[in-house]
């Protein structure tokens, strides 16, 4: 999933900051997601986090 399928849920801002309370240092650039640029953003969070993308997805999958 990515922001836009959160967004529509209506709990994207709950889960940016479930993420944000995990990894304090990340932005709200970080957590900006733009519509067709999933491997992208998830690439940046990854940098970030020092996570692999796989374990990302599942991660924010499960908040």
């Known amino acids: 999933m990515h922001e836009a399928e959160y967004r529509t849920r209506g709990n994207w801002n709950e889960l940016k900051g479930k993420i944000k309370k995990s990894y304090a240092d990340l932005t709200e650039d970080d957590l900006t997601y733009q519509e067709g640029q999933q491997d992208e953003w998830l690439g940046k969070l990854q940098q970030r986090t ?14």
């Not at 993308?53 to 499960?62: A, P, V």
């Open 50 to 63: 020092g996570k692999a993308k796989g374990d990302l997805k599942k991660w924010i999958d499960s908040l």
